[in-house]
């Protein structure tokens, strides 16, 4: 309790930091293995616990966007794993936490890739990821302006095997009115690499935290890098035969090891009228199309 009776924004006290859990699951063959610290919602409420085994085909588990209307339908399905809380808190007399990270492990199956393609081709798993940054930035323009990617890095890891990062974080560059300077902490990113040719696995983080903000995204970025770097994935045989199929059909795709944010133009929309039958948005002028997906 001393550290948290010493706890500022300068140096915020977070639970469990330096005793991390290790969590071990086998995704139908493949084995992650990652480290992070323990759950913690001032709230109370519980996080998801990774369960010890899955079955990635396993249809049933999975979400999908058909619910959407087909503009705004990437074609893709979601399945959590697990998902994390670590509160950033300040000294015992001051009850909420100065701000905190949302963490969450998934699986998302790419039903809309096109025959010939594969998340083990670098170039496809990149073409896959623009195409979700639009899908959750213009195709989304009730939530804000976004700029993404930021700080891209498509790399491999010991298997061969891709692994992309980025983060995005909001466009205020147009408001009439300049945000409370917190709401510059909120922003987020993601890891990711591929479990078979149309499963990948996805670890994202977003942030809500405090001013001054280096100060606060000096100790978040501690933290979600320690957890990111932590992530190691044993790939099984399925999904060593795809990966090695894949260098034999690709052996020079391309890589974008660095990208800049997208120029995307967002549509010019407006709420829509529910009870009379219109969408959630309505678009006015539509914006930047999505990205195509190339075999």
Not at 170 to 178: G, K, Q
Not at 256 to 283: A, F, L
Request: glycine share 6%; aromatic share 12%.
């Amino acid at each position: 309790m001393l550290k948290r009776l010493f706890a500022s924004r300068k140096h915020p006290y977070i639970p469990g930091l330096n005793l991390p859990e290790k969590i071990e699951i086998d995704l139908s063959g493949s084995k992650l293995t990652m480290l992070m610290p323990p759950h913690s919602n001032y709230q109370g409420f519980a996080g998801k616990e990774p369960p010890e085994r899955v079955n990635i085909y396993d249809n049933g588990e999975y979400v999908d966007d058909s619910p959407l209307p087909e503009w705004q339908r990437e074609g893709k399905s979601y399945r959590s794993l697990l998902n994390r809380r670590w509160e950033l808190y300040g000294p015992p007399w001051r009850d909420r936490p100065y701000g905190n990270i949302q963490f969450d492990v998934s699986i998302s199956r790419y039903d809309s890739l096109p025959e010939g393609m594969s998340a083990f081709n670098p170039n496809h798993f990149e073409q896959m990821a623009m195409r979700t940054l639009w899908f959750t930035g213009p195709a989304q323009p009730d939530m804000g302006k976004f700029r993404s990617p930021i700080n891209w890095k498509m790399d491999t890891r010991e298997s061969g095997s891709p692994w992309l990062y980025y983060e995005y974080q909001p466009d205020y560059s147009n408001n009439p009115n300049p945000p409370p300077e917190f709401m510059h902490t909120y922003r987020g990113g993601c890891l990711r690499t591929p479990l078979d040719d149309h499963y990948y696995l996805n670890f994202g983080y977003s942030y809500l935290g405090y001013a001054p903000i280096e100060i606060c995204l000096k100790h978040m970025n501690a933290l979600t890098s320690r957890v990111l770097s932590s992530a190691i994935l044993e790939l099984g045989p399925t999904a060593k035969r795809k990966l090695a199929e894949a260098k034999r059909k690709w052996p020079s795709a391309p890589i974008n090891r660095n990208r800049e944010p997208e120029p995307w133009i967002y549509p010019e929309w407006r709420d829509g009228d529910e009870d009379t039958g219109e969408d959630h948005i309505v678009i006015l002028k539509p914006g930047s199309p999505p990205p195509p997906l190339t075999p």
